[in-house]
């Protein structure tokens, strides 16, 4: 089934009464698709399930699985996030601006 991480299971723990079943399933799905991986959590209510508030908002567990293969097909071929992907050169701009002393609204303050 893979290493289970003890910071997951202080998570759920600390989780609402509600959230402790789906965060439990959720963690069996993935071990059973997916037996190493790394397992990040997320702070907010986002995403295409928005906010999860009982076992039966979830897709099945086939549907689930689905995902979790499609992922890590995804890691191990090493394709990033369109999202991050785009962070980066934003990034090297805000990194080259501050080290020319620039402040992040430089463009709009009067001279």
Not at 38 to 56: N, P, V, W, Y
Request: glycine content about 6%; aromatic content about 6%; charged content about 30%.
């Amino acid at each position: 089934m893979g290493t289970r991480d003890p910071r997951i299971d202080a998570y759920i723990a600390r989780s609402a009464d509600f959230a402790q079943p789906i965060l439990t399933h959720l963690r069996e799905v993935v071990h059973t698709a997916c037996p190493v991986v790394d397992h990040g959590r997320s702070k907010e209510a986002m995403g295409q399930f928005g906010r999860i508030t009982s076992l039966d908002k979830l897709p099945s567990r086939k549907v689930l699985t689905g995902y979790i293969k499609k992922a890590m097909a995804l890691n191990e071929k090493g394709i990033k996030s369109p999202t991050r992907m785009k962070r980066a050169p934003r990034l090297e701009t805000a990194i080259e601006w501050m080290a020319e002393g620039k402040s992040r609204n430089w463009e709009y303050l009067s001279s």
